[in-house]
């Protein structure tokens, strides 16, 4: 049954996210903390792009500078894993 599938891959998750959680102390993780922070990344990768690609019409699409106050942050988990209180390395 499809719904028994979903409740499975649901507990699952909760499984690996509960034994990725359990080897950092700085960071508390839920079934939404990924989600959030794959939007954060994205929504500054989009901010760049509107500030760099100034030969995109129409001209108002573009930006002059930008400022991204995101959260989680990324500048402390390294290329591979999660560090400090940072799931994604965003720098």
């Given amino acids: 049954d499809h719904s028994e599938q979903q409740q499975q891959q649901h ?4 499984q690996r996210l509960q034994d ?3 080897q950092y102390t700085s960071l508390f993780l839920t079934p ?3 989600p959030a922070a794959q939007r954060a990344a ?3 990768c989009h901010l760049v792009s509107r500030v760099m690609d100034k030969k995109k019409e ?3 699409t573009t930006l002059d500078n930008g400022l991204a106050l995101i959260r989680p942050p990324g500048h402390h988990a390294h290329a591979c894993r999660a560090g400090g209180y940072c799931l994604l390395n965003n720098v």
């Fill in 11 to 14: 507990l699952e998750f909760q």
């Fill in 20 to 22: 990725q959680a359990s």
């Fill in 32 to 34: 939404h903390s990924v």
């Fill in 42 to 44: 994205s929504a500054l």
């Fill in 58 to 60: 129409p001209a108002t």
